[in-house]
């Protein structure tokens, strides 16, 4: 299940409703990402290429399909404004054992963090930038190359 | 064609429809002649090297060939979510 | 938050309580195990030292807390009779940054599932019997020594 | 002492208190002492390399020692969770 848009999230029923559909999964993994507050930041403001988007991410969750055996995927990115502590990202992956799990979220979390076609301004008092993609992400997403 | 981030902010618009001008066979000719319209445009396309392009909501390099009825965008790297 | 007893947990109520505890946590990750039907298991039984569980647990959470800068840490335990699709542990590590975040959540569960003092019975229509240690799981605890 | 798991099936019991009789200075002593009362203890005990052995809730080699007051435990090496 891939969703992108404005709307929150409640975390709890994706988990449940990801179980659900898994079958007999010994293993969920889930991420949950918040806006952080940090230096005074008022708010995260999110634009992304839609078609492109839910695209790239189903190509990703096909792909860790692929390199794991997984029971089932859940992925939600929101859009939009963003204020400190709000919901941004949910990934949850199901699978037999919790190395496949943990494995396909992190490789999931990655992607999206680092090349998902989303570009974000950061609010401020002092008024609203861009942010500049980032060398250490990179590099956390290059590990799964191969 | 379709634009984001501040690439959308400095062109004025998020996307518009464009018959391919005749000896533009590449993104990179396209970028070239967008920024050639001066304004917005010219500052936008100034410098290549900080932007990315998608052909059908695919990541492609600059020289990439274009054909009729593409769906190209133009954008700054992506910061992911 | 350390718990271990027969009680079933709400995975949705505790990933939300960590995060209110946590303040400004960018990252949380989870996993939650469940009790997996193979090889027509009926249900699995365990059996723990309580006194040394507890400590054990929060040993491990200590020292989680000590290789990553965390914010909050939950985990939860099952014991006693537990049939297949049951949640049987829940791990969630709340942290500014997300590497931190899943590292710490494996960790604790390699830890739990390998060295924690649970003993396991499977019982199957044949009857009931007890679960010898594994190797692989042991390897798996054995990577973050140091 | 606590016995868990089949130890504890063995000797019948979860736990028992005992004054520590006079030679005994070692977890593995205590252990060939209970080996020694027969029966499912026997059993039990018969080959403690099949056996972990804790005191005061902590995992601890057979060779270490005992004192009064001590809660030892003897179990089958973990499954975890």
New interface residues.
């Given amino acids: 299940m891939i969703r992108v848009g404005p709307d929150d999230f ?4 994706e ?2 409703a990801l ?1 659900a559909r898994a079958g ?15 230096d005074g930041l008022a708010a995260l403001i ?4 839609p ?2 988007t839910e ?2 991410i189903a190509r990703h969750a096909a792909e860790a399909e692929r390199r794991w055996p997984l029971l089932g995927v859940t992925v939600i ?1 929101r859009v939009g404004r963003l204020v ?2 709000a919901r ?2 949910f990934v949850a992956v199901a699978a ?1 054992h ?2 496949a ?2 494995e396909a ?2 490789f999931l ?1 990655d992607y ?10 950061e609010e401020r008092v002092g008024g609203t930038s ?5 060398t250490s ?1 990179d590099d ?1 997403a290059e590990r799964w190359r191969r | 064609m ?1 634009y ?3 690439v ?1 902010q400095k062109v004025g618009r998020s996307e518009e429809r464009l018959d391919l001008p005749a000896g533009i066979a590449t993104v990179r000719a396209l970028a070239e002649f967008l920024e050639r319209r001066g304004g917005g445009y010219a500052q936008a396309f100034a410098d290549l090297k900080r932007l990315r392009a ?1 052909v059908n ?2 990541h492609v390099p600059f020289d990439s060939a274009l054909a009729a009825d593409d ?1 190209v ?1 133009f ?7």
């Fill in positions: 409640d975390a709890a029923a988990l449940a179980h007999d999964a010994g293993a969920v993994a889930t991420f949950t990402g918040h806006v952080r507050g940090e999110l634009e992304h290429y078609a492109m695209r790239e990115h400190p502590g941004i990202v037999h919790r190395r799990a943990f979220c992190e979390m999206l963090k680092v090349h998902a076609p989303f570009w974000k301004q861009w942010v500049e993609a980032k992400d956390a | 379709l984001f981030a501040w959308r998608a909501q695919e769906e965008a954008f700054p790297p992506v910061t992911g979510g």
